[in-house]
Every structure is written in C-alpha cells, then in structure tokens.
C-alpha cells in the first residue's frame, strides 16, 4: 500500500534529485580518472607536508588504475593535440622566445672590439690610482661600457622576490644604455627540479640573452626536500641536505657562461622567525659558493632590513633619511622603496667592483 504521506510529485522529486547525484558522481569519477595522472604529478612537486602526502596517498591508486585501463595515455593524446606536454614541469618551463616577444634584442658588440682584460696583480696598483683598492678581488674585471647600440644586457632570475626586484631595475636604468630581462618565476627555486628547473632555464638565458650581468634572488620557497632533474631525492631534515642544495647551487652558476658577472642577492629576514634562521643558513651557502666564480658577488641586504636585534621590521630610514615602509604587508617581500634599496646595493658591487658607469642610470 502506498504511503499516504508521500505525493507522486514528491516521489519524482526525490527520485530525480537521487539520479542528479548518482550523475553527478559518475561524472567526477570519471574527471578524477582522467585527471588523476596529471594531479599526482602536480601533487608530487608540491611542497613536503600533510597536504602533499594526504594528496598522493588519495591520487597514486587511481593514478594507476587509470593507467591500467589506458585513460592516462588517452588524456595525454588530447594534452597533446591542445599543444600541451604533458611531461612538462608543473611549474611550467621557461619560454625565453615568449619572454622576449616585441623586444628588440640588443647586439653584442664584436669580440674585437671589447676591451681587452688585464688582470693587475694583487701586490700592485692600478695604472689609474695611487692605491690598490682592498675592496677589489684581482679575480674582478671590468663590465663592457655601454652604447645605445650594444647595450648592456641584465637577467633578473628567481622567486617572485627577484620578480619585484627586476621591475626595480627597469626603474633604475636607462633603457637606451641597459636591457633589462625579467624572468623571476612565482613559487620557484632551486629545490624542486621536478617543479620549475632555474638550472635548465638559466643554461636557455645563458645561450640566447648571453647576459653581461645575472641577478639572482632566490631561496624563500626552498625549505623542503631537494629533487635532481634525474628524480634523486634528498628529503628536507636529511644530514645530506645542505650538501645537495649546494650542489644546486653550484650547478646554476655553472649554466652561466665565463664572461657573465653575477650578482647573488641574499634572502632578508622576513615576518616568520623559523625561516628567518633557515634563510640565514641559504645566505652562507650563496656566500660560500661564490667564492669559486670568478666576477661572482654576494649582496648581503640582512642588516638592511633588520631591527637591531637582526630581525624583521617593516619600516626603517629610507634613502632621505625618513622613516618609510620597506616592506610588504606579507611579512616577506619589499615596498617598492625597499626593492629601490636593495638594487641600490646591487649598484654599489657593479660600480665600485666593476666600474660599472653611472651614465646607465636614470
């Protein structure tokens, strides 16, 4: 007997509401097998936590699966045909021909006609000052002097803190004398290989722009594990930790060529006192290492934006003596006056080490 309780427009209603369910179940079902290869590679260069485990453990089983059935190599097939790799890095992969898209390329000037490097003995003064300078490595050599038709040419690479600090090199330098290329990457660093490779992209940089000058700011996103483009995996805590993230370091430097000068600006102390103290541990190893390069300077910006116990503050003097904000409301990146700061710094290493002219300069 029917229940009296329950109309038939009632019984419809609740039975097309089960069905819209049941729909849409199978339809995220489906999604998740179809999607479930590229997820777990975008979960796997997640940074190491709860959340990234908890993912995976969630997303490898229906990773296989669908592999096991063949949806993984149908979804790859139309990844494809969409001009899409889906092997690529789920950071992506530099793309220099799109970076430099409208941008006329400065020329080098011909080989012949750089002037030639003498390197003066450290034990003697310079042909041009009554004193050798103890700021002066002999390793230093001069930067090129600039026209207007081979102009200067300097990469800004790194974490989005390198993006701020590009766009305040544009603003320093004349565009007529110096180019600028400004290729910091949001989330990146030297880490995560199998994320965003600033190794492979800075050996693309080095081959087609052939800087005269490299900025590096990087590290504020690389407390986790070290992951080689060959998938060797160094888990962050491991006693071998730091000797992997050293060689990560060294294997950037070695994808910028001889000629090139680099400036390595050192992370700040930033809101989060944990990695403040790791980020003081990075500055040491970029200290260190560039030691072994040739026309290769650390710029350390702790004390800059520190208080005077060495951590974080958000104001301090600005370059007219008045107390500004330097910093951003995150407790990590910079006010456009403290980005204005630090490539300030970065000008002293490249005029008083380089003799870097001060006709580049707006």
């Given at each position: 007997m029917a229940d009296p309780t329950l109309s038939p427009e009632k019984n419809i209603a609740s039975t097309s509401w089960l069905r819209a369910c049941?729909?849409?179940?199978?339809?995220?079902?489906?999604?998740?097998?179809?999607?479930?290869?590229?997820?777990?590679?975008?979960?796997?260069?997640?940074?190491?936590?709860?959340?990234?485990?908890a993912a995976l453990s969630i997303l490898r089983p229906v990773a296989r699966f669908?592999?096991?059935?063949?949806?993984?190599?149908?979804?790859?097939?139309?990844?494809?045909?969409?001009?899409?790799?889906?092997?690529?890095?789920?950071?992506?992969?530099?793309?220099?021909?799109?970076?430099?898209?409208?941008?006329?390329?400065?020329?080098?000037?011909?080989?012949?006609?750089?002037?030639?490097?003498?390197?003066?003995?450290?034990?003697?003064p310079r042909p041009d000052e009554k004193k050798a300078d103890p700021q002066r490595s002999p390793r230093d050599t001069p930067l090129r002097r600039p026209s207007e038709r081979y102009r200067l040419r300097v990469a800004v690479v790194g974490d989005s803190l390198?993006?701020?600090?590009?766009?305040?090199?544009?603003?320093?330098?004349?565009?007529?004398?110096?180019?600028?290329?400004?290729?910091?990457?949001?989330?990146?660093?030297?880490?995560?290989?199998?994320?965003?490779?600033?190794?492979?992209?800075?050996?693309?940089?080095?081959?087609?722009?052939?800087?005269?000058?490299?900025?590096?700011?990087?590290?504020?996103?690389?407390?986790?594990s070290v992951v080689f483009p060959s998938g060797r995996t160094v888990v962050s805590g491991d006693p071998d930790w730091g000797a992997a993230y050293r060689q990560r370091i060294a294997d950037l430097l070695g994808?910028?060529?001889?000629r090139a000068h680099i400036v390595w600006v050192g992370l700040p102390p930033v809101r989060d006192r944990g990695k403040s103290r790791l980020f003081r541990i990075y500055n040491d190893m970029y200290e260190a290492m560039l030691q072994e390069r040739r026309d290769a300077r650390f710029v350390d910006i702790w004390d800059t934006f520190a208080d005077s116990d060495g951590n974080y503050r958000a104001y301090g003097r600005g370059p007219d003596g008045k107390v500004v904000l330097l910093r951003a409301g995150d407790g990590a990146h910079f006010s456009v006056t403290g980005y204005d700061m630090i490539v300030d710094l970065a000008l002293q290493v490249m005029q008083n080490r380089w003799d870097l002219t001060r006709k580049v300069l707006r």
């Open positions: 049941l729909a849409l179940f199978i339809c995220l079902g489906l999604w998740l097998l179809l999607s479930a290869p590229r997820l777990e590679h975008s979960a796997s260069a997640s940074p190491d936590g709860l959340r990234r485990t669908s592999e096991a059935i063949g949806l993984a190599d149908a979804t790859a097939a139309i990844q494809t045909a969409f001009g899409k790799d889906p092997d690529e890095p789920p950071g992506g992969e530099l793309d220099l021909e799109e970076e430099l898209a409208g941008e006329e390329l400065p020329p080098l000037p011909p080989q012949e006609i750089r002037p030639p490097v003498k390197i003066q003995p450290p034990d003697q390198a993006q701020g600090l590009g766009d305040a090199m544009r603003r320093t330098f004349r565009s007529s004398l110096v180019h600028v290329l400004d290729v910091g990457r949001l989330a990146t660093g030297l880490a995560r290989a199998d994320y965003f490779d600033w190794v492979d992209a800075m050996g693309k940089i080095s081959r087609r722009y052939d800087p005269d000058v490299v900025v590096v700011m990087v590290g504020s996103n690389d407390k986790q994808a910028t060529k001889q």
